[in-house]
């Protein structure tokens, strides 16, 4: 999936704890760079996730699908109508 590298960079206020960023800093000169990297992980992370989930979904949908078509409604036997 990925993201426009390419795209125009924006400034955003984010709120951090000085603690944290200053240990971050020990690590990399290019704190906003990091982050980005470490963001573009987690969306993709997260994106693989919810495909993931759905196609759960889907394949729990197509059981209940086919028993129906096969087997009718459970409560079919106790309708009045």
Do not use: C, W
């Amino acid at each position: 999936m990925g993201y426009d590298r390419n795209a125009p960079k924006r400034a955003i206020n984010v709120t951090i704890n000085a603690d944290l960023l200053t240990q971050a800093r020990a690590y990399t000169r290019n704190v906003s760079g990091t982050l980005e990297a470490l963001l573009a992980a987690f969306v993709e992370q997260e994106a693989a996730r919810r495909r993931a989930e759905d196609a759960a979904i889907d394949r729990v949908v197509d059981g209940a699908n086919r028993f129906q078509a096969g087997h009718g409604l459970l409560s079919d036997e106790f309708s009045t109508l």
